[in-house]
């Protein structure tokens, strides 16, 4: 039997276009409407930049603590078991603490996510 179908054992690391610092990322399968699974691996301060996902996104704290806050919104520190849901279309990031790296897990609707700018000092620190 094949284990782990449609899963690759391979990380990528987060390119500069759409992460700050140091990510990787690990992407599972996609579901016939487009749903997606995949891990991912924050350092410390390290984030992604702002973006939305069009089909909404859920976060899973796996393990460390991190940071998640939408746009004009305040800051969720992420704990091992939170849940969170960013709705679709809403401009957000997610990312390490400043003292800690996390790994989520993230469960994404259809459709590819549209990418900004990134999160600069100030925002990062803003509503925490
Ligand atoms: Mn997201």
Do not use: C
């Not at 800690?100 to 990134?118: I, K, L, T």
Request: glycine share 22%.
């Amino acid at each position: 039997m094949e284990a782990a179908i449609g899963w690759g054992a391979v990380f990528e690391k987060g390119d500069a276009g759409r992460f700050t610092g140091d990510v990787w990322l690990r992407s599972g399968p996609a579901a016939g409407d487009g749903t997606n699974v995949g891990i991912v691996h924050f350092s410390p301060g390290a984030r992604t930049h702002w973006h939305a996902h069009p089909g909404g996104q859920f976060l899973y704290g796996l393990t460390g603590r991190g940071r998640v806050r939408s746009r004009g919104g305040s800051g969720h520190v992420l704990e091992p078991g939170d849940i969170v849901h960013v709705p679709a279309g809403e401009w957000h990031f997610h990312g390490g603490a400043p003292d800690s790296p996390v790994v989520h897990v993230a469960v994404n609707g259809g459709g590819a996510p549209e990418w900004g700018d990134p999160v600069t000092d100030e925002d990062y620190g803003e509503g925490f």
